[in-house]
């Protein structure tokens, strides 16, 4: 009986190992991120439909940490909107959230309008994260358009554009 006893426990100790516990599986992490073909395709789909309303705009698609991954800025897009598209996908990827909304939270008043004071944060409409199955793959930032709102237009007909390809 003591031998059966000591089997059973051993085999729990070694299947159920103690101190373990969801977070810790070693010294690794993985995460999904857009291919450049994909996020080619979305900032080309973006540019797309901002021309079709007749804008000329940049468009800069970020990884899911903020980094560029693609920057297209039209013939006539003006100078300042490079540097305006990708602070709104960087913002839109730090924060998940997109700039339109961060913009109305962040308002002077707010509990968060000190954040807009970090450096590289844009609070105004055009950036909007990209996400693949409910996880965060990287974020769109378009300027060039009259207002924040379509340039935010814009960046979802983009993102509605690759939809498919972001699906598991």
Known sequence: MMKRTCHLLAFLVAAFPLGANAQDDGALVSYQ????????????????????????????????????????????????????????????????TDTLAFSALTQAGEGLSGIRYISDVAAIGGGIPVEAAGTLVGAVGVSGAPGGEMDHACAEAGIEAIAVDLEF
Do not use: I
């Open 33 to 96: 991120m857009m291919k450049p073909e994909t996020a080619l395709a979305l900032a080309q789909a973006t540019m797309d439909d901002c021309r079709e309303r007749g804008f000329q705009v940049s468009v800069t698609v970020t990884d899911r940490f903020g980094l560029p991954q693609v920057v297209l800025r039209d013939r006539y897009a003006g100078p300042h909107t490079l540097e305006t598209s990708r602070r709104k996908a960087w913002t839109a990827a730090s924060f998940r």
